[in-house]
């Protein structure tokens, strides 16, 4: 697909957002989560990541402005709006939204990686 073949090439947040709404729009039953959850599973993404019950969690702790529910998420301007002020706030913290994203999914993890259970 020429769509991510794209974005194996590409750095911008555009590119990304381009390719997020191309999977949503082609694949049925997809919603805008889904399609940046399957982007990020193939590791195709930096910008794009998937607002999910943690993320949404965390950003409610750090007095995030608006609540944040599986409704509002499902609706793709609601959700792109909302992924901007993540992204934003990334951006004035000097780190990718694919890493607070894995940051985020670490510490609500309730099975968190451990001496015990990393393989060395």
């Not at 992204?87 to 451990?114: H, I, M, W």
Request: proline share 4%; glycine share 8%; with cysteine.
């Amino acid at each position: 697909m020429l769509v991510l073949d794209e974005l194996r090439a590409s750095d911008y947040p555009e590119i990304e957002r381009g390719a997020a709404r191309f999977l949503d729009d082609l694949l049925a039953g997809v919603g805008p989560k889904q399609s940046r959850n399957l982007l990020q599973e193939l590791g195709l993404t930096r910008y794009e990541v998937p607002i999910d019950s943690r993320m949404a969690a965390w950003l409610g702790t750090c007095g995030f402005p608006l609540l944040l529910n599986s409704g509002v998420l499902g609706e793709k301007d609601w959700y792109e709006f909302i992924l901007d002020g993540l992204q934003e706030l990334c951006r004035k913290s000097g780190v990718y939204p694919c890493v607070l994203d894995a940051a985020v999914f670490a510490s609500r993890n309730k099975n968190a990686s451990t001496d015990a259970n990393i393989v060395k």
